[in-house]
Each structure stands twice: as C-alpha cells, then as structure tokens.
C-alpha cells in the first residue's frame, strides 16, 4: 500500500513521551493477506454498478460508495471496482451533494467535500467530474467572514448540518489543489480540536464570537471516529504546516490514550466499543505509523471479521461485524436485508485497519 498517507510516520515524531520507538520488530500475522482480500472481495461484491445500495430503504448510498472506493483504496485492492465507484459517482453529482433530485436549490457542503476529496485521492480532477467543477461548488459553501472565515455551511432551506468530519475531506481536498479557500478551511478545521487533542464533532453556534472548541466547546462528542478521519485527512496534505503536524501529533496521541487493553475503541455516548470506531482509529494509528497500537486494533478487528466456518456468515467471508453482538447474531440469522447496512459501514470503515497486521517495525 503505497500512497501519501505513509507519510505521518515523519508526523508523528515529535511526540516523543506517548510514542516512543520499539526497537524490536513485531512479526506479521500469517494469512493477513487473505484476511485483507477476504474483506476487499466482499465490500466490492456489495456494490452494484459501482453503488452502495440500501437494501432496506432502496435508495443508492453515494457516502457509503466512497467509504467503499476510499477502503479498497487504502488497502491498494480492487482498482477496476474503485474506477466503476468513480464512473457512478460522475453521473451522480448532484443527487449527492444537492438537492435537485427533491427539487430544491440545497447544495451540501459535507457530501460535496467529500465527494471531492475522493476525487483527488483516486486520481480524478474535481474541478471536472461529471460535468461540474467541485472546487467551485466547495469553495462557495465557505464562509469568508469573521468569526467563522473557512468554516463550511450548507446553502439549505432546512439548516445547516456541516460539521467537523465534512470540514476535514474539504481541507484535505482544497490543499491538494491549491485552492484558495485551503488556508482558511484547513485553519477553522484546526480551531475543532480541543486541548486533550481529539476533534469535536460539532461546531459552535454559527453566531457565537469565539468559534474554537477550547473557547467554546458546547457539548464536545469524544468518540474515536471523528479524530481518526481528521488524522487521516491531515496525512494526506502534502508539504504539512507546523500546525497541522502539531494537531495530528495531539491527535494521535489522544487517540492511544483511549484505546483499551484489548485493542478497542469506544465510539462514544451510545456507541460502545464497536468495528467502525476501532478500524478508524487503527488506520488513522497505521499510517501516522504508531502500528504497535494499531495492531492491538487490527487483533480486535479481526475477531469481528466472518470467515467460511461461521455458520450463517459462511457466505460472508471477509464482512465485518460492527459489534461482538452484532457478530455473534449472524453467526445464527446470517446478514439480513435488516442488518447488511450496518455490516456494510462497518467493513468499509474497518477493514484499511488489517493492514496493521503486515507492517513488522511498529512505535509503541
């Protein structure tokens, strides 16, 4: 797996106390390979026409596409398969990211910034994807006044709901253009991370005077999940600032202090320790190269993952459960029309994590 995130093992350097090298290699896990392939080959076999599909509520899952493209990506499998989640996204531009389908003028900013930064990590051009230029569209749901200069906000009748996950694939996506909201977006993004060293996942009240999570951290959620997509996010700026390897270097060692003895991340109020929070912290672990920890999370991951002696989820090989409940129902009832949402957010978000499992010179 070769591409600009293995570049946050320099990042990661200066935090010296909470990551200090192990001298001693950790060995690969014999059959990682298959497990990684197993996973790959179930998430692309969810997809159809390159699409996610909602099985339940039979809509096409545009998000979900691109965590789907993003995880096979990650693991440097199944480039056909991203190539048909571009294809289908480039004729699904709009029904994404506004809301012309419902015939309205919305426009949002997380799924077009989102939709933009796998444009760039795929190879694409966003300033033309099907048919619309993507940095346009992103850069003009920024806000360009004090306080809230760089901060994204949705142009919708029915509020705004940009917060910090959408603010992380923008900055990501504008610094790799070079466009000319980067600096400020990439700024407001960092004013979301709170003196512990995890990011927020809501922004302060678009009024409020002071707009950082310090200065005003209203109800801060410290779920694991929204400080790895930060992390992984930043890892993929080229040429970082001191800020951004500062934030990435609190941030990462906020994230080893919540991991558990077994290797585990809780999701936060409601969540519990689940796949999606435990994959996303042991990729965003992997690739600022602190793999001694993210291989704990791998282990755990890999223990959630179906395999061709599981009883119902023998048809599933390679899906990843979100929970050890979730795993052990469908040991007994298989993946269900009710469930294969779930088991299908959960892989895409896990799976980059059993990566961990091959690298062999780790920091603790």
Not at 53 to 68: A, C, H, M, R, W
Not at 109 to 126: E, H, M, Q, Y
Not at 241 to 250: I, L, N, P, Q, Y
Not at 341 to 363: F, G, M, S
């Amino acid at each position: 797996m070769k591409h600009p995130l293995t570049r946050g093992a320099a990042l990661v350097a200066g935090t010296a106390t909470a990551l200090a090298v192990v001298a001693a290699a950790t060995p690969a896990v014999a059959g990682t390979a298959d497990k990684q392939q197993a996973a790959a080959d179930w998430l692309a076999g969810e997809l159809d026409g390159g699409v996610a599909v909602n099985e339940q509520y039979e809509f096409n899952d545009y998000g979900l596409s691109i965590d789907t493209g993003l995880a096979l990506r990650a693991q440097g499998l199944k480039a056909r398969k991203i190539a048909k989640i571009s294809d289908a996204l480039a004729g699904a531009v709009d029904s994404y990211t506004t809301g012309a389908d419902f015939g309205s003028d919305d426009v949002y900013a997380g799924a077009t910034a989102k939709l933009a930064s796998f444009v760039v990590r795929t190879g694409g051009d966003p300033a033309a994807f099907g048919g619309v230029d993507l940095v346009e569209r992103l850069e003009g749901l920024v806000a360009t006044e004090a306080p809230v200069a760089g901060r994204l906000q949705d142009s919708s009748s029915y509020g705004d709901y940009a917060n910090t996950i959408g603010q992380a694939f923008a900055a990501q996506a504008l610094q790799s253009v070079g466009a000319e909201q980067a600096a400020p977006v990439t700024s407001y993004l960092l004013q979301q991370q709170c003196e512990a060293g995890y990011f927020r996942l809501s922004f302060a009240a678009a009024d409020a005077p002071e707009q950082g999570c310090d200065a005003d951290p209203g109800d801060p959620e410290q779920g694991a999940d929204v400080t790895a997509l930060v992390v992984l996010n930043l890892l993929e700026i080229e040429a970082p600032s001191a800020e951004v390897r500062t934030a990435v270097d609190d941030a990462t060692a906020w994230l080893v202090s919540q991991q558990s003895d077994g290797g585990a991340f809780d999701g936060g109020p409601d969540a519990g320790v689940n796949s999606n929070s435990t994959g996303l912290a042991g990729w965003a672990l992997g690739e600022a190269g602190v793999c001694g920890k993210a291989q704990g999370a791998a282990q755990w991951v890999k223990k959630q993952q179906a395999g061709g002696r599981d009883k119902a989820l023998a048809q599933e090989k390679g899906a990843i459960a979100y929970d050890r409940a979730a795993f052990l129902s469908g040991k007994k009832e298989g993946i269900t029309t009710l469930t294969a949402d779930q088991w299908h957010r959960a892989t895409a978000q896990a799976a980059p994590a059993l990566e961990n499992l091959r690298k062999v010179e780790c920091k603790a």
